[in-house]
């Protein structure tokens, strides 16, 4: 995994072939990611855009519901309803913002974790399973390329709302 300086026609070709295959694997992995989390909301009983938003107030959270509006690139009008949803299925919970009592803040719950996890364990066991066959300055690449990358993805998806808000 050396990043060595390339020179002629036929390396620029092989480098351009290359970042061709990982954008293509990456569209793959989305896809297939996509697919195993639709498998999981619905075993959960969730829409995808609910188990996102679960996520995300998992990994982030508290929030406030507009926080996770930006966050998600939704709107906080569709925000509503999902945290209704996630609500009414015991997923988080509304509390007042203890810095400003007028405010609300989402927090997950934690009662269901276990279950997320169990339907994650297979895809989980195998990540370990495929890691494990790489040295720790290789994750060290991969680690660095998967936070960039989703970095990108981040600034896309906020471009791409603005944009959307602009036109609406």
Request: charged residues 25%; glycine residues 8%.
């Amino acid at each position: 995994m050396s990043s060595r300086p390339t020179s002629g026609r036929g390396d620029a070709r092989g480098r351009r072939r290359a970042a061709n295959a990982i954008k293509e694997s990456m569209r793959e992995l989305s896809i297939q990611l996509s697919l195993l989390n639709h498998q999981v909301g619905a075993h959960l009983e969730l829409r995808d855009i609910d188990l996102g938003c679960l996520d995300t107030i998992a990994r982030n959270g508290p929030l406030s519901p507009s926080a996770l509006a930006r966050r998600a690139g939704l709107h906080p009008a569709t925000v509503t309803g999902i945290l209704d949803r996630l609500e009414r299925g015991g997923w988080v919970a509304r509390e007042r913002d203890p810095s400003d009592r007028r405010a609300v803040l989402v927090r997950a719950l934690r009662d269901r974790n276990a279950e997320v996890f169990r339907l994650y364990a297979g895809m989980n066991a195998s990540m370990d399973q495929i890691l494990a066959g790489y040295t720790a300055s290789e994750l060290d690449v991969l680690a660095s390329f998967l936070r960039r990358t989703t970095d990108a993805g981040h600034a896309a998806t906020n471009d791409l709302a603005a944009v959307i808000r602009r036109e609406t």
